[in-house]
């Protein structure tokens, strides 16, 4: 089984992971911050050490996007509604992020996915 470590570095070097997140959570799971890690732009600035022990913040994990799905790597068990909220906010930011490119992106990615499913090899017996 692979370590919390070793798996958000694998979903940070995978090459078709085209934006990852750090997702901070409060201690209450009511209070979410994403960090981006990849592309590495934040036009707000990074939050104050202040406003990171106001908040209650702790890191729980990274998010990606892989082709068109949202990957996570969490470092503990989360609730069900917890994920759904980290995976909102993670999809709403990279509809920010991608603006009106999202449906080029979209596109491009489904594109991708149906080369790649071609070229797969045919092992059906005729």
């Known amino acids: 089984m692979m370590t919390y470590s070793e798996k958000s570095t694998q979903l940070a070097l ?31 600035g990074y939050i104050t050490r202040e406003e990171f022990a106001a908040r209650q913040l702790r ?6 996007l892989n ?7 969490f470092k503990e068990p989360l609730e069900s509604s917890v994920v759904d909220a980290i995976i909102q906010a993670f999809t709403e930011y990279a509809h920010v992020l991608l603006g009106g490119h999202s449906a080029e992106h979209v596109a ?13 090899p045919d092992n059906r017996a005729n």
């Open 108 to 120: 491009a990615e489904e594109v991708a996915e149906l080369n790649r499913l071609w070229s797969l």
């Open 67 to 73: 082709g068109l799905r949202p990957v996570c790597v």
């Open 59 to 64: 890191a729980v994990g990274t998010v990606g």
């Open 14 to 44: 995978d090459a078709s992971t085209s934006i990852i997140v750090q997702v901070l959570l409060s201690r209450g799971n009511d209070d979410i911050e994403l960090i981006p890690l990849h592309p590495r732009q934040r036009p707000g």
